[in-house]
């Protein structure tokens, strides 16, 4: 193989290794949030969950985050809105995105939250019957999917009074 040929096939690899989607990730975390370390944030055409197919319209994009060392989160009130849920992405207008699904992921790729187990009581707050406990995940990673328009722009991620600026 000559010079010129291997520069050539040594840069197509190259590229090819820095397109698609792969993750966005440092040698470590990007932040630490309430429900983990975030350990990536990738761009997926779909991913499938145990419940549905998340697939972006074609004006959106489909964000996965990935969380890595809790595997027992403590809330209360709706699993939805109080939960692992309750990381929010927010553009630069202060439009709020939640995610479409909270689960973990599994080596096919896909992620499932049929595995979670939630402990804990009902209780009345507020004339409203909320959980307070605890959703213990069979691993300690959580996956986030999000979808939002590709209009957005200036994204943060807001855990509660906390926002981080994500990476561009």
């Known amino acids: 193989m000559n010079r ?22 440092g040698s470590g975390p990007l932040f630490k949030t309430s429900i983990g370390d975030l ?14 197919k998340v697939e972006p319209k074609p004006d959106e994009w489909l964000y996965l985050l990935t969380f890595e060392g809790k595997n027992e989160i403590t809330f209360e009130g709706k699993s939805a809105e109080d939960g692992p849920q309750r990381i929010l992405l927010v553009d630069a ?6 995610p479409e ?3 973990t992921p599994a080596g096919d790729g896909s992620i ?5 187990k939630y402990n804990g009581p009902m ?12 959703v ?33």
């Open 4 to 25: 010129s040929t291997f520069v050539l096939i040594t840069s197509l690899l190259f590229f090819a290794s820095c397109s698609g989607s792969s993750p966005t990730r």
């Open 39 to 52: 350990m990536t944030i990738e761009k997926k055409p779909s991913i499938q969950t145990n419940e549905k």
């Open 93 to 98: 207008k202060g439009t709020k995105f939640a």
């Open 101 to 103: 699904f909270a689960g």
């Open 112 to 116: 499932s939250n049929a595995d979670w």
């Open 123 to 134: 209780k009345g707050v507020g004339g409203k019957w909320v959980f307070e406990g605890k």
């Open 136 to 168: 213990t995940l069979p691993t300690s990673k959580i996956a986030l999917v999000y979808l939002v328009p590709q209009s957005a722009s200036g994204l943060t991620l807001q855990d509660g009074s906390q926002t981080y600026s994500l990476p561009r």
